[in-house]
């Protein structure tokens, strides 16, 4: 988002500086106000204005790109997951867990959405359900709000209501849940499906230690889920 706004931001300066340059009176040597040389000193300075500004945007998102990739790979290459690349900058983790098999992609930003990291830990789980401060958009979308305070500062759906409060009595997995969604960086979606169990995390600001602290909590509720 904020490079998007960055991006947009650049525009308007541009544009502002084509329109000074073009009307402004200027002192010689420079050449009248809205003359044909004034229009070409003009165009000339706002292409060189924004090679600059191009590159500064590319350089900024490939910093952004090499960040995400060296605050997830020490975790991964400490599993010894494998890696490969996604969606041409993006990339792409796979592994196993405890018996999981896992797999995580990172998608890099695109238009107004920043990017994010999405983890998927395949087991069973009995139940559909969601835990997130928006609502369902992908995964559990016939899911039902659970009208309770869990004490996790988020929103709990689900397609089991009974089953899902006594998934949530647990103390520990209320722990896991509050510290997942409490950290410093924004943490999305918890969904749970038959199938797998799927983490969407935004990757600005967040760092290798507390990116650890959230895939060990991911695993340990796997374990505390599939085990009820």
């Known amino acids: 988002m904020r490079l998007m706004l960055s991006l947009f931001l650049m525009l308007i300066i541009l544009f502002a500086v084509a329109l000074l340059l073009i009307f402004l009176p200027l002192p010689r040597p420079f050449p009248p106000a809205m003359s044909s040389e004034r229009n070409l ?3 000339i300075a706002i292409g060189a204005l924004g090679m600059v500004l191009l590159v500064w945007f590319t350089m900024t998102l490939i910093g952004g790109i090499i960040k995400t990739r060296n605050t997830l790979d020490p975790v991964f290459d400490e599993l010894g997951f494998t890696k490969s690349s996604y969606l041409v900058v993006g990339r792409s983790y796979l592994g196993e867990v405890d018996g999981y098999k896992i797999s995580a992609n ?16 395949h087991s069973r789980f009995d139940t559909e359900m969601a835990i997130m401060k928006g609502k369902p958009l992908i995964y559990c979308k016939n899911c039902r709000r659970i ?8 929103h709990v759906y689900s397609t089991k209501e009974a089953e899902t409060r006594q998934l ?11 510290s997942m969604f409490d ?3 924004r943490l999305l979606d918890l969904d749970f499906t038959p199938s797998f169990f799927s983490i969407l995390i935004r990757t600005y600001n967040l760092g290798t230690a507390q ?11 796997t374990k505390l889920f599939t085990q009820n």
Do not use: H, T
């Not at 990172?106 to 830990?121: A, C, T």
């Not at 949530?168 to 509050?178: C, G, H, N, P, T």
């Open 41 to 43: 000193f003009s165009a």
């Open 183 to 185: 950290g410093d960086f």
């Open 211 to 221: 990116f650890a602290e959230v895939f060990d909590n991911a695993i340990l509720l």
């Open 168 to 178: 949530l009595k647990s103390s520990e997995a209320r722990s896991a849940v509050s």
């Open 147 to 154: 009208d309770e305070d869990f004490g996790i500062n988020a």
């Open 106 to 121: 990172v998608f890099p930003p695109y238009r107004v959405e920043p990017g994010k990291v999405e983890i998927i830990i």
